[in-house]
């Protein structure tokens, strides 16, 4: 049976750091949490008659193994690699191992507005979109991005 939002769930992964979400530097990444961001994917999904499978990790190769979980179990790929955008190579090639799922890279702030060192990412490589500097909210829309990429045809927000 193929995969849809109804059988199977947009995997959501957050990279490093964003545990703090809510604490760290909130003048950069604003005040919601992390349970705040999983609570607004969820609504973004139910919308469609979806579910999410929220994760974080501060660890590169488990990351890594979540998106190869992706390949067998997930409708697509909502990714916020933070700090990983700009240094993993080992990311991007699991991306790239996705054939044919969806995969929409998000960062909270305008990466491009940051320092120098932030403006490239890796990720950007393999992912279907990108959205960055719209705060949490981009989480929402990426969520909306990948249901429209996994079913054509199905009405986004």
Known sequence: ???????????????????????????????????????????????HGGSVDFRQSNHEGELVDWIHEARQNHVGIVINPAAYSHTSVAILDALKA????????????????????????????????????????????AVERVAALAEPGVATV
Do not use: W
């Open 1 to 47: 049976m193929p995969r849809t939002l109804a059988n199977a769930p947009i995997m959501v992964l957050n990279g490093p750091n964003l545990n703090l979400l809510g604490r760290r530097q909130p003048e950069i990444y604003g005040s919601d949490t992390l349970a705040d961001v999983e609570a607004l994917c969820a609504k973004a999904a139910a919308v």
């Open 98 to 141: 996705c054939d044919g799922l969806p995969v929409v890279e998000v960062h909270i702030s305008n990466i491009h507005q940051r320092e120098e060192f932030r403006h490239h990412s890796y990720v950007s490589l393999r992912a279907d979109g990108v959205i960055a500097g719209c705060g949490v909210q981009g989480y929402a829309f």
